[in-house]
């Protein structure tokens, strides 16, 4: 992914090497080493060299976080961090909106919550890159378009990718025992894309999962080491319904699809309907923002499980969430059960509303179509206005 966008960015048609001219400044700065030739900064040089070009920075410092007792910058995508020293020999000062990668899986170590639950307060408008799907095409020509264009029967009801890692385990096993068992799901476990193995997965491997995802109706996608995964990313844009089991995601991708676009797409199913009486992972039972009201807006998008977002809500402790979910659901419901109660109208409309957000999810190999790379740049630009009010209204400037 970082090769990807450092790619992109470097051959984007609309660059220039005037920083004065520019409305997007670039920190070409990774959290992960991407290659030999391209070594990464260490997180905390990173941030003192940031803090002695621009000092206001310094006042921000709680953009750093703590999960589970590894501190971790959060290497985000911020807008209007003030003037930015250029790095010329002339040393011009810009005012920069300063754009950066962030590797995701961060993201859902640090919270219970939801986005906003990392970005509430903070005087920026937050934004990340999706990971990058199997598709890198045209944007009229995502497979999900086509799907919707051409039609046909599915082969599998729902399929899953994946294996029984990560912090939701317990589902991911549940999960994968029915699909074992069950005649209508397409199951992909023992390659590398999908065991974690060290080793690079193959042109074959990603054949494989994009056949099972061609041929099934939804696509299962519980969470791993994070929050969300590459899977479900994969699975919008090759039109596969996924199904979501947590509240954090219902919002996360607000930059490319927003929370109504989202709800039309997906089907959301609670972790703990899934789980019944058995162990429900952290983010199954987490809750929002204290001063959150979107779990009133996801009541009204998701009617059917309005007593699962009363029983999140903030204010409730741990223990009042976890028995009140226990209360709605004493018992497991089937994956295949659920599925195989939406109706055919219900499904061909989400398949139109995925084909419809599709190539948003798209990092293309160039500009020649709106993809995920040139909605996030124009999207960082018109949202000048939005960032300095909410700048102007952030306790941190106080």
């Known amino acids: 992914m970082p090769l990807m966008l450092h790619y992109r960015f470097l051959n984007y048609a609309q660059r220039t090497r005037e920083v004065d001219d520019a409305d997007v400044f670039i920190i070409p700065a990774y959290n992960f080493k991407p290659s030999h030739d391209l070594p990464c900064a260490n997180s905390s040089d990173l941030f003192d ?13 709680p953009l750093q976080r703590h999960c589970y007792g590894n501190e971790i910058e959060d290497t985000v995508l911020n807008e209007d961090i003030m003037p930015f020293k250029s790095l010329r020999e002339e040393e011009q000062w810009a005012k920069a909106k300063v754009g950066k990668a962030k590797k995701e899986a961060l993201l859902g170590a640090c919270a219970q919550d939801g986005p906003e639950g990392w970005t509430y307060n903070k005087p920026f408008i937050w934004y990340q890159f999706p990971y990058p799907a199997v598709y890198h095409g045209h944007a009229e020509s995502t497979p999900a378009k086509l799907r919707v264009k051409l039609g046909g029967i599915d082969r599998y009801l729902w399929s899953f990718s994946g294996t029984g890692r990560g912090q939701a385990g317990f589902l991911r096993q549940a999960i994968m025992k029915e699909c074992t068992i069950c005649n209508r799901c397409g199951k992909v476990t023992q390659i590398q894309e999908v065991t974690g193995a060290p080793q690079k997965a193959s042109m074959m491997d990603y054949a494989r999962l994009s056949a099972k995802k061609l041929q099934s109706t939804f696509c299962v996608e519980p969470p791993g080491d994070s929050i969300t995964r590459k899977s479900l990313i994969d699975s919008i844009v090759l039109g596969c319904i996924p199904v979501v089991f947590l509240h954090q995601e219902l919002d996360m ?3 490319f699809a927003t929370a109504e676009e989202f709800a039309d797409a997906v089907v959301y199913v609670p972790e703990a309907e899934v789980m019944g009486d058995g162990r429900i992972s952290l983010w199954g039972t987490g809750t929002f ?15 059917k499980y309005a007593e699962v977002f009363e029983a999140l809500r903030p204010k409730r402790s741990l223990e ?3 028995k009140q979910l226990r209360s709605l659901f004493p018992n497991a419901t089937s994956i295949a059960t659920i599925l195989s109660a939406i109706s055919d109208e219900e499904v061909k409309r989400k398949q139109k509303a995925l084909a419809k957000i599709s190539h948003r999810f798209v990092i293309g190999l160039d500009d020649s179509s709106e993809d ?6 124009n999207r960082i630009i018109s949202d000048d206005t939005v960032a300095q009010e909410r700048n102007a209204k952030s306790t941190l400037f106080a």
Do not use: G, M
């Open 49 to 61: 060299t940031l803090a002695e070009l621009n000092p206001r920075l310094k006042d921000l410092y």
């Open 253 to 255: 991708f607000e930059a």
């Open 289 to 303: 923002h204290d001063s959150s009201h979107q779990w009133k807006h996801f009541q009204k998008l998701y009617p």
């Open 320 to 322: 009042q969430r976890e």
């Open 372 to 377: 995920a790379v040139r909605i996030l740049l």
